[in-house]
T-cell receptor
């Protein structure tokens, strides 16, 4: 299966710890998007990255959150000093171009639980 | 800002029953509309889409019509199967710049029983 791979599937952290979520896009895809689904809400756009560049981070909280998509390796969403309100499902998607949403592939998500 | 409202779940139906999942939207422009499906343990997959008013998207027996006058994009299927059990998400995106940003509803969980 050459789909979008996210790991871990479930991540438990205590308040104040760091969370690192990984996303390996479909092979050959250079565009990655992160979405967050808070409890009882729809998925919300966080950030759009293209290899080594952040294209749009308008949906990212200003503090504690960062994302990268290096030349080699997976995209990483990093949350520092997690708080209970960060508990959510985090979805990654990838595409071969920046447009044409019918070509967008999603991973199955990482469920982050902050104790 | 943009928003999508879809009917609360969970929805439980018997096999071969008729399915409707309501979806309405608020958008500043003329968005494209989508239905995504998430089967257990898998990522979201595009089910169907419509890009302008009165367009009908269809796939796997599912249909949805873009109704600009009622700002709706209701999902329907005439006869559901157990394999249709999944979470269904309605979504929109603005056309043009920023079109990669999807705005999703909360999702509706469908369970189909034999």
């Amino acid at each position: 299966n050459a789909g979008v791979m996210q790991n871990p599937r479930h991540l438990v952290r205590r308040r104040g710890q760091e969370a690192r979520l990984r996303c390996s896009p479909v092979k050959g895809h250079s565009h990655v998007y992160w979405y967050r689904q808070l409890p009882e809400e729809g998925l919300k756009f966080m950030v759009y990255l293209q290899k080594e560049n952040i294209i749009d981070e308008s949906g990212m909280p200003k503090e504690r959150f960062s994302a990268e998509f290096p030349k080699e390796g997976p995209s990483i969403l990093r949350i520092q000093q997690v708080v209970r309100g960060d508990s959510a499902a985090y979805f990654c998607a990838s595409s071969s171009t920046g447009t044409g949403l019918e070509k967008l592939f999603f991973g199955s998500g990482t469920q982050l639980s902050v104790l | 800002g943009n928003s999508v409202t879809q009917m609360e779940g969970p929805v439980t139906l018997s096999e071969e029953a008729f399915l409707t999942i309501n979806c309405t939207y608020t958008a500043t422009g003329y968005p494209s509309l989508f239905w995504y499906v998430q089967y257990p343990g898998e990522g979201l997959q595009l089910l169907l889409k419509a890009t302008k008013a009165d367009d009908k998207g269809s796939n796997k027996g599912f249909e949805a019509t873009y109704r600009k006058e009622t700002t709706s994009f209701h999902l329907e299927k005439g006869s559901v199967q157990v394999s249709d059990s999944a979470v269904y998400f309605c979504a929109l995106s603005e056309n043009g710049a920023g079109s990669y940003q999807l705005t999703f509803g909360k999702g509706t969980k469908l369970s189909v029983i034999p």
